[in-house]
């Protein structure tokens, strides 16, 4: 009982890396497009911190 609790766990957090690392992805695509920082953060769920931080990387590349 205990090993299936703990697959569920490590299952949870895979899906939620996945589900950010595609926010992430989604978020770099609508700043290309010149979407502003504060709408991308409401349409993806990240925070803006974190698409300020896209867009600094953005800029760098």
Known sequence: MRESVIYQMIQNEAEEQGSNKKAREIALNLLAEGMTVDAIARLT?????????????????
């Not at 769920?45 to 590349?61: I, K, S």
């Open 45 to 61: 769920g990240l925070p803006v911190e974190e698409v300020q931080q896209l867009q600094q990387q953005q800029a760098q590349e």
